[in-house]
């Protein structure tokens, strides 16, 4: 099984890349932000605790991102593989999928990290929050999720570059040139 994460700040394309990446290597998509937004939609315990949380443009507690996970990667049993959209954003998280992708004989194969220049994000999620009307996207809510990747996601980096498995794309220019750098380095990691 192929476990991809991919990683990068908000609004670096990572959800246009995992659409592609998924068509092309058949893996399953698990984006921890549309679990949210499907509790939340579905106005679940769970949910209204989530939605509490982003209200206030924080990330969800570990130990509840990493209980919707492995509920949610063990209901496929018979995939190729995952991409991972959103998760891991703390050391914590990444050690938790460690230990539980090890229960399953599995591991993270790649961590592919879209570089984009914060310039760059607010533009792009500026445009998307015309079009999306995710309510995490409003400005002030940007600036609070631009600052929890910058301060806390990035150091999960570090934790997975010390097992050699990240790989760094420029995630600036034309998409499938984009996705083409990103092929060869899935091609590698295979």
Do not use: C, W
Not at 18 to 31: P, R, T, V
Not at 106 to 133: A, M, T, Y
């Amino acid at each position: 099984m192929f476990n991809l994460v991919i990683f990068g700040p908000p609004g670096a394309g990572k959800g246009t890349q995992s659409d592609k990446i998924i068509e092309k290597y058949q893996l399953k998509h698990i984006s921890t932000g549309d679990m949210f937004r499907a509790h939340i939609s579905q106005q679940t315990d769970l949910g209204k605790e989530v939605q509490s949380i982003l209200d206030n443009g924080i990330l969800v507690p570990d130990e509840i991102t990493i209980r919707m996970l492995e509920n949610e990667m063990s209901q496929y049993t018979d995939v190729k593989g995952f991409i991972l959209d959103g998760f891991p954003r703390t050391v914590g998280q990444a050690e938790a999928l460690d230990k539980f992708l090890e229960s399953k004989g599995q591991k993270v194969n790649l961590v592919l990290e879209l570089e984009v220049s914060q310039s760059e994000i607010e533009q792009r999620i500026h445009e998307r929050g015309k079009i999306s009307g995710r309510a995490d996207d409003s400005a002030d809510k940007l600036v609070k999720r631009i600052d929890e990747y910058f301060t806390k996601t990035v150091h999960v980096l570090p934790y997975y570059e010390a097992q050699n498995k990240v790989a760094k794309v420029n995630g600036i220019g034309d998409i499938e040139t984009i996705f083409n750098n990103i092929t060869v380095e899935i091609d590698k990691a295979l």
